[in-house]
């Protein structure tokens, strides 16, 4: 893919001169070549940027965030497509840290494959964190950089929850995590949703 572009780049691999992206609820979102409309948890109010939860979360309620555009580098995305990513990467990670009771959030992009991007498809990482969930806490970056979103995909029969957790500490490497079915990606996705009106978070505290 280039790394240069002109006017607006299409889910269809093509370029226009307006930004036309209006995906809805109704379309189908893939990140990169995958199918991944039922893991998505969060739309952006104008539809271009969506929150998706992991086959292998690293952490609980490790999710991305992705322009449904599959641009591949940064440097690629226009710059107020850029704004809504990462308004979008404040909103997801503002509920996250309230809805799984974090402490902090690592946010991380690994721009391009020597940068450790397995998918050729923008994206941002979303990780709720707490005190001593590494017992070195720079090591989550190695684990983002084993991450692999197709490995251990398949037609979603994997029996684990993706992620162990011992006294608040340690996590298994990407290898030993089990995928976690369609069924519990799926029900992760609804309960988040449930949290977002239009692409903001609306925080229990705030709802009628």
Not at 105 to 114: E, P, R, Y
Not at 171 to 191: C, F, G, I, L, W
Request: a negative charge.
């Amino acid at each position: 893919m280039s790394s240069h572009h002109t006017g607006t780049h299409s889910n269809t691999g093509t370029h226009s001169n307006t930004d036309t992206n209006t995906n809805t609820s109704n379309d189908t979102v893939r990140f990169s070549s995958f199918d991944v409309t039922s893991q998505v948890f969060y739309r952006s109010s104008c539809g271009q940027i969506v929150g998706l939860v992991n086959l292998k979360p690293i952490v609980p309620g490790h999710v991305l965030v992705i322009p449904t555009v599959p641009y591949h580098r940064l440097k690629e995305v226009p710059p107020h497509l850029v704004g809504l990513l990462f308004t979008a990467v404040q909103q997801v990670a503002t509920a996250l840290e309230d809805v799984f009771g974090a402490e902090a959030v690592t946010i991380s992009v690994q721009d391009g494959q020597a940068a450790g991007q397995t998918v050729a498809h923008l994206h941002v990482h979303v990780l709720p964190r707490r005190t001593g969930d590494f017992v070195e806490n720079d090591r989550v970056y190695e684990h983002l950089e084993a991450w692999g979103f197709d490995r251990g995909r398949g037609d979603g029969d994997g029996d684990g929850d993706g992620v162990k957790t011992e006294d608040g500490r340690g996590v298994d490497a990407d290898e030993v995590r089990k995928p976690r079915t369609r069924a519990q990606m799926e029900s992760e996705a609804r309960y988040l949703a449930a949290f977002f009106a239009d692409g903001v978070y609306v925080a229990p505290r705030d709802r009628d």
